[in-house]
């Protein structure tokens, strides 16, 4: 692995004639980048084109990946150097793009995030375990399985088509990785299926000397926990996935606590208006998870945003999902800003209420308000009394008298100041509406 490794970084430096990329997605959790390194590592001994460098790239700039304690952890056991790696801020994709010598593999995700969107005509070929979003298209192959990890579905391509390049390197971190995505195979915490099994007994049966799988869970699951040290904006950087949707620009971090010792962490709300502000989110979902002693998930949410409107919707929408149900309890929170909540459904994790997330933004996308919402809005935001409802009326009002210019005969204004029509009041209200959400100051 390393010699290959470390030959994807010389290649790059050449200038090869064409590259063949393998990209994970933003998160970049384990699953993410063992499943772009294992399957690169693939494709560079069976692909057919020897001219590209295969070459896989981790979906951060290089000074997050500390971050990933479980990543690094498992480099570490391997004795793999995280200088090895090519990560999103080493690579120009969009250089070698319009350039016509960029190919792009993904794993882990089935899209490409919106500032990406110019590459998605050089995607030939997917592998992901989530929902699949992209339309079918015959320039695309597509692996879309609901496994509990993609590194089971690269390990399966691995096993059936070229098992002699399994050694017990890649065997490890795949099974690794496998395990740790299916809560050490544990079927009450809802994440295995039984391909997962099987090919984590594959790999097993073909490298007896593989640490025992509880060992290597627990070993991953502390490093993965591990978050001291780490400021506000750290632990919502290490888990972390963006949804945009109408006006509406979503962070969702996963974060390894739980969630009344996050709210007791001083200057909670300033760490959470510092990380949504340096990144342009105008809300913020965290779910909080930790596990019982027999591995099961027990997860608490928690939605903050310094817009009031926004942060409402966001709450009842989770409140109101029903596929899955999340069986969310309220819990005290330390200032308004913050909503919280007990998790009733541990078995719904991230990857099963981000789909619900993303109807629900494609849904306000789609959603343009009537202009007596948006009068009623604008007058409600200004105080909600009488005076602002008024002045949705369409009612004519005394002018007041118009001024004189003693330099001209006549005024352009002798005429009157020009009539109020209700059009051009929803017009000027409209207009302000589209101006943004209003900040919730309380």
């Known amino acids: ?16 004639p064409a590259v063949h990329v393998v990209l994970g997605n933003e998160a970049c959790d384990l699953d993410s980048m063992v499943s772009a390194i294992a399957f690169a590592y693939f494709l560079s001994k069976t692909g057919l084109d020897r001219k590209a460098a295969t070459v896989p790239v981790l979906n951060i700039p290089r000074s997050e990946f500390p971050l990933r304690s479980e990543c690094t952890f498992l480099l570490q056991e391997n004795r793999l150097s995280e200088d090895l790696l090519v990560f999103r801020d080493e690579i120009d994709l969009r250089g070698l793009h ?3 010598r960029l190919t792009l593999t993904l794993v882990d995700h089935n899209v490409l995030p919106r500032g990406d969107a110019a590459l998605e005509e050089v995607v030939t070929e997917v592998i992901d375990h989530r929902p699949l979003e992209r339309p079918s298209t015959p320039a695309c192959v597509v692996t879309a399985e609901p496994v509990g990890s993609c590194a089971t579905l690269v390990t399966e391509r691995i096993v059936q088509r070229a098992p002699d390049v399994l050694d017990r390197q890649l065997a490890y971190i795949l099974r690794s ?46 490093a993965k926990f591990d978050v001291r040290g780490l400021t506000i904006e750290q632990m919502l950087r290490k888990d972390l996935k963006v949804l945009s949707g109408g006006d509406l620009h979503l962070a969702m971090s996963a974060v390894y606590v739980r969630l009344e010792d996050l709210l007791a962490r001083p200057r909670l709300k300033e760490g959470f208006e ?47 999902s029903e596929a899955p149900s999340l069986q969310l309890t309220p819990m005290d929170s330390p200032c308004p800003q913050i909503g919280a909540y007990r998790q ?16 629900f933004l494609k849904a306000r996308e789609a959603w343009r308000p009537a202009p007596e919402d948006v009068c009623r809005a604008w007058a409600e935001r200004q105080a909600g009394g009488a005076e602002e409802e008024e002045a949705c009326r369409d009612e004519e009002r005394d002018l007041p008298p118009t001024p004189m210019n003693s330099l001209v005969e006549g005024c352009p204004l002798d005429a009157g100041l020009p009539r ?22 309380a």
């Open 1 to 16: 692995m390393e010699p290959f490794l470390r030959g994807c970084r010389a290649a790059l430096k050449r200038g090869p």
């Open 98 to 100: 319009g350039d016509g």
């Open 177 to 222: 990785t496998i395990v740790l995505d299916c809560i050490n195979m544990a079927p009450e915490a809802g994440k295995v299926t039984p391909k997962d099994s099987q090919y984590v007994a594959a790999l097993e049966s073909r490298f007896g000397d593989l640490p025992p799988r509880a060992a290597a869970f627990d070993s991953l699951q502390k």
């Open 274 to 320: 510092e990380f949504c502000r340096g990144g342009g989110y105008n809300v913020l979902v965290v779910m909080t998870i930790s596990f019982s002693q027999k591995s099961e998930p027990f997860r608490q949410l928690a939605v903050y945003s310094a817009h009031r409107d926004l942060r409402d919707a966001v709450r009842r929408m989770l409140e109101e």
């Open 344 to 359: 009733g459904n541990g078995l719904a994790s991230r990857k099963k209420v981000l789909p619900v997330v993303k109807d």
């Open 420 to 441: 109020l029509t209700p059009e051009a009041v929803m017009e000027k209200f409209g207009k302000m509406a589209a101006e943004g959400p209003s900040s919730d100051p």
